[in-house]
């Protein structure tokens, strides 16, 4: 069965300090992998996705994630954390007939 | 610009009662789908459609239905059997089914639930 494991619920980090959200995957196939964001009583944002071309993947805001089939892992990462990056954010794994999976979140607060 | 819109924002049910959420797309998408998600749960996927007239059962389907008439609207009805509805909703969509797809799904702002 296909599961996703966001590996920390918060995370806090100061502004302009470097950003890493864990996500480890299990999959019985090739997955298709994504990273959205969600702010407060919002829908939910694509940030990335990885769909087996490269594996290092670039997104919006600065964002990008590295695609590690011998560790399982799609860690989402940021340079340099900006205020606006306060948000709840979701790992997401693609099954067959586009059903998604989603990993439980992390809270990322980032303090001035 | 396309999206999705989902109304009403904020949504109040008395016992007993049926109410029903509106989701509507103007992205051609022929799939969308109708997500639950309770603080520290992530989302669960409650029913999702490929084409009209057509829809399938999610992982928590019980106390809930839906329909699909038209590809650009994918109504929600929180029937009185759903025990626990307070919940925020969120509606998406998508370019539709393949195998092992990689198209991802694009969501409306949500429609929160609360009971009186």
């Known amino acids: 069965a296909q599961s996703v494991t966001q590996l920390d619920s918060h995370v806090s980090v100061s502004e302009g300090t470097p950003v890493l959200l864990r996500c480890n995957y299990s999959?019985?196939?090739?997955?298709?992998l994504f990273w959205y964001v969600q702010h407060p009583n919002k829908g939910l944002q694509l940030l990335l996705k990885?769909?087996?071309?490269?594996?290092l993947v670039k997104g919006i805001n600065g964002f990008e994630a590295e695609f590690k089939k011998s560790e399982t892992s799609f860690h989402l990462t940021k340079p340099s954390a900006h205020m606006s990056d306060a948000a709840e954010y979701f790992c997401?794994?693609?099954?067959?007939?586009?059903?998604?999976?989603f990993g439980a979140g992390t809270i990322l607060r980032v303090k001035s | 610009d396309g999206g999705i819109t989902q109304s009403p924002k904020y949504l109040f049910r008395k016992e007993g009662q049926n109410v029903t959420l509106s989701c509507e797309q103007n992205?051609?998408?022929?799939?969308m789908y109708w997500y639950r998600q309770d603080p520290g749960q992530g989302l669960r996927l409650i029913y999702y459609?490929?084409?009209?007239?057509?829809?399938q059962k999610g992982d928590i389907a019980e106390g809930y239905s839906v329909s699909r008439e038209k590809k650009e609207s994918f109504p929600l009805t929180v029937t009185s059997a759903q025990k626990n509805p307070t919940a925020f909703y969120l509606c998406?969509?998508?370019?539709?089914?393949?195998?092992?797809?990689?198209?991802?799904?694009?969501f409306g702002d949500g429609t929160r639930l609360s009971i009186l």
């Open positions: 990885y769909t087996s071309a490269a594996t």
């Open positions: 997401v794994v693609s099954l067959y007939g586009n059903k998604l999976v």
């Open positions: 999959s019985s196939y090739s997955p298709s």
């Open positions: 992205l051609n998408h022929d799939a």
């Open positions: 998406a969509s998508s370019k539709g089914q393949a195998l092992y797809s990689n198209q991802p799904q694009h």
């Open positions: 459609s490929q084409i009209v007239n057509d829809f």
